[in-house]
């Protein structure tokens, strides 16, 4: 098959685009390698991608449509994955502008796109993040969630929206998939597992937010891009509308839009992750317990259910063995030079 994916020297969106690329599938990338962090990794990424007569690299910015154009015209796309973005709770607050730009605008020139090519399915990123401080838990795909407590959540949110109204309007078939902290090699240095481990093999501490009181659903990068290309064969439709005791399907009943959770229920506490990670490294870290942060959560929880039942699978890395591997390839990556494995 043929894919359009944004985002492609990202974190996620390499990881798909390489798993579609080994399947022999082809994939046109777009992304438009912004400083938010390293560009050299980025970059990297990418060069991997492109090692492949299967993949080609367009680099622009989402607000550009004219690029994402030519984008489109070289991939001849059936699906389009968009996951570009501009991406983490606590930049939201320093930069709000790049929010409204890349989540916002860019979003929109996205489903503009869509509109205009009609692929079999769109697919699009969204984050656990929209259900803010919800305290129901599980947290459910047809949960209420319009108390976003970031400007991040609150654009992840109306691309949803956007997105229902254009699925509405143009029939084009499309799923927004919601992530639950995403991790394992080529990892965000933004994120926290790449700060922890950053920080204890070059022996400073490591600021635990929340004084350690907090619990995520931590879901491995590997499990997330099969959750995803499992549903990006279940294109919404009423023919696979599903009847679930435990959840509701989020199919709407206006247009051929889903919502699914990307997680695997299985939240772990912020100070059992720690200590997951002193063991993979094998050092004890120096921490340093800070207040919640603004804009923080106390914890996110899945609920896999409609994942489960749409696919037949959920996500299950033991967190263990997941940080074991990215501690493996932080430790091959950063190795330095002239040294051999």
């Known amino acids: 098959m043929r894919y359009l994916i944004t985002g492609t020297a990202g974190f996620i969106g390499f990881h798909i685009a390489k798993r ?48 994402l154009d030519r984008a489109a015209e070289l991939a001849e796309p059936e699906v389009i994955i968009h996951l570009a973005a501009q991406a983490g709770v606590r930049y939201s607050l320093e930069n709000p502008k790049a929010y409204v730009d890349a989540n916002l605008v860019g979003s929109w020139n996205i489903l503009e796109l869509a509109r205009a090519i009609g692929p079999k399915h769109l697919m699009l990123a969204s984050t ?7 305290e129901k838990i599980p947290f459910a795909e047809a949960d209420r969630a319009d108390e976003p407590m970031t400007l991040y959540a609150a654009t992840k949110k109306s691309m949803e929206l956007m997105a229902h109204s254009y699925a509405h309007l143009y029939k084009v078939p499309t799923t927004a998939f919601r992530f639950f902290t995403v991790y394992g090699p080529w990892g965000r240095p933004d994120m926290a597992l790449f700060k922890f481990v950053d920080a204890i093999l070059n022996g400073r501490p490591i600021d635990i937010y929340g004084e350690g009181r907090m619990s995520r659903d931590f879901t491995y990068i590997d499990d997330l891009v099969e959750g995803i290309l499992r549903l990006s064969h279940v294109a919404p439709s009423e023919a696979n509308r599903v009847d679930l005791d435990l959840a509701q399907d989020t199919l709407s009943r206006h247009a051929p839009f889903r919502v699914v959770n990307v997680g695997g229920g299985q939240p772990v506490e912020l100070m059992t992750f720690v200590e997951t990670v002193e063991r993979a490294v094998g050092r004890q870290a120096v921490r340093n317990m800070l207040p919640m942060q603004m804009g923080d959560v106390p914890r996110t929880y899945a609920s896999p259910d409609l994942l489960e039942a749409l696919t037949g699978f959920k996500p299950t890395m033991p967190i263990e063995e997941g940080i074991a591997r990215f501690v493996e390839w932080y430790q091959q990556y950063y190795r330095p030079a002239g040294t051999t494995a």
């Open 128 to 134: 656990s993040s929209i259900y803010g401080a919800n």
């Open 20 to 67: 579609l690329i080994d399947d022999g599938h082809f994939v046109v990338g777009f992304d438009g390698m912004t400083p938010y962090y390293d560009v050299t990794l980025k970059e990297r990424r990418h060069a991997i991608l492109e090692r492949s007569n299967g993949f080609k690299a367009v680099t622009a910015m989402l607000e550009d449509r004219d690029a």
